[in-house]
């Protein structure tokens, strides 16, 4: 049995196609974890088990982990919250569960930079790194597929590239850095999670297939819309006014902004490209099937 947690997100909707192609053959049965059982697709209707209800929720936990075997774990941020209790505090009452029912294997979605000396002020990335830590503790075994940038970030710059012809970040515009897609994500999630041989803790690094700039971005979506497209760079602080003026949380927001920081200070630059830690989807594919029409609709 694995749980599947977040099953109509970004990553999960993709991770939970997957297993449903995959995960008859293998002989594992899918439970998800889920508030609106209505987002989950056509095709799994019937084929999982279904738990309706936040995984925040103690009592929602403890039928969900009952008979589980393995668990994908994704924490959707809250930004109404600090980053201690949207990550932490949310993962507290999973870590109880684990133990209880003697889940044998966790695979979640962490980030970049364990190791380096921007860890420990990294924002939200350190308290992703922290979280790691709780679930390792648990006693299942754990792999943090530590990601890089997604590429599904510039999916809300749509409206700013259809309208203006630009695109804005806080980084260098020549910054080369790795970027994945969550598809890549969820087919490593899958892989682990269906070939549970690992053992202990550990991370894998997940760097799509080349490190690019903003700049190189710009290029390849001036290629792929046929129109200029162009890189304007926002300040720390404008980041700050802008998302604090949205009513998010100024805890939040300021973990936000030291994650891009530590970001442009070479924060992913920690792992060494190989071809175990490259992905394989290109930003060129991702625009072209993905960025392409939702800017040009």
């Known amino acids: ?77 809250d930004a109404a919250l600090t980053p201690h209790d949207a ?39 350190t308290t992703s790194l922290a979280m790691d830590d709780l679930i390792a503790g648990s006693g299942a075994a754990y792999r943090a597929l530590a990601c890089a940038s997604f590429f599904e970030n510039f999916l809300e710059e749509a409206d700013s590239i259809r309208e203006h012809g630009f695109f804005t970040d806080t980084v260098e515009a020549d910054r080369k850095a790795p970027l994945v897609a969550v598809a890549d994500i969820a087919a490593a999630a899958a892989d682990l999670l269906l ?10 690094p997940l760097l799509g297939p080349e490190d690019l700039s903003v700049n190189d971005l710009a290029r390849i979506m001036t290629e792929q819309f046929g129109r200029p497209v162009r890189y304007e760079r926002q300040t720390l602080d404008d980041m700050y006014t802008t998302l604090v003026g949205y009513g998010l949380n100024e805890a939040f927001v300021q973990s936000i902004v030291d994650m891009k920081r530590a970001k442009d200070e070479g924060l992913d ?27 040009l609709s």
């Open 1 to 77: 049995m694995i749980v599947i947690t977040a099953p109509t997100g970004n990553i999960g909707r993709h991770l939970l196609s997957g297993l449903l192609k995959s995960a008859p053959a293998a002989g594992e049965e899918l439970r998800v974890i889920v508030r609106d059982p209505a987002r989950l697709p056509e095709e799994a209707r019937g084929a999982v088990d279904v738990v309706t209800g936040s995984h925040a929720d103690a009592d929602v936990l403890d039928r969900a982990f009952d008979g589980a075997d393995a668990v994908f774990w994704l924490v959707p941020p």
């Open 87 to 125: 990550y932490i505090g949310f993962s507290r009452p999973a870590v109880k569960a684990l133990a209880a029912h003697g889940v044998g294997h966790v695979v979640g979605v962490s980030a970049l930079g364990r190791g380096t000396a921007l860890a420990d002020r990294a924002g939200i990335v």
């Open 195 to 204: 070939d549970r041989s690992w053992t202990g803790t550990g991370s894998v």
């Open 269 to 295: 630059a920690g792992v060494t490209r190989t071809p175990e830690t490259t992905s394989p989807t290109g930003f060129e594919q991702w625009c072209a099937q993905t960025l392409k029409p939702a800017v």
